[in-house]
Nanobody
Framework: QVQLVESGGGLVQAGGSLRLSCAAS????????MGWFRQAPGRDRDFVAT????????YYADSVKGRFTISRDNDENMVYLQMNSLKPEDTAVYYC??????????????WGQGTQVTVSS
């Protein structure tokens, strides 16, 4: 079955950096666009970034453009999110999933446990 395991979150001061990782299994990873989503307390889960199946295409939400970089390793079935210049408004639980390009919505109904990112001011 599909498994998505996120890691790398933590507590960081504003302006700091974190690198999130997602280990994927149970599906043909290299055939799917992958992405990151985040959910802040009391808010819906929002799209953050996506990368095409072979890494040649990336797209970011306006709120993170220029600060976050998504990457993937198809040999290891991993997707990463490098987050720089973090802001308190980036505080959320971060999740990975496949992405339906164009709509930028998650492709799978199942989600991992997520990884908490907290940015202090």
């Amino acid at each position: 079955q599909v498994q998505l395991v996120e890691s790398g979150g933590g507590l960081v001061q504003a302006g700091g950096s974190l690198r999130l990782s997602c280990a994927a299994s149970g599906f043909a990873f290299s055939s799917y666009a992958m992405g990151w989503f985040r959910q802040a307390p009391g808010r819906d889960r929002d799209f953050v970034a996506t990368i095409g199946s072979h890494g040649g295409y990336t797209y970011y939400a306006d709120s993170v453009k220029g600060r976050f970089t998504i990457s993937r390793d198809n040999d290891e079935n991993m997707v990463y999110l490098q987050m720089n210049s973090l802001k308190p408004e980036d505080t959320a639980v971060y999740y990975c999933n496949t992405v339906i390009l164009g709509n930028y919505i998650a492709g799978f109904n199942s989600w991992g446990q997520g990884t908490q990112v907290t940015v202090s001011s």
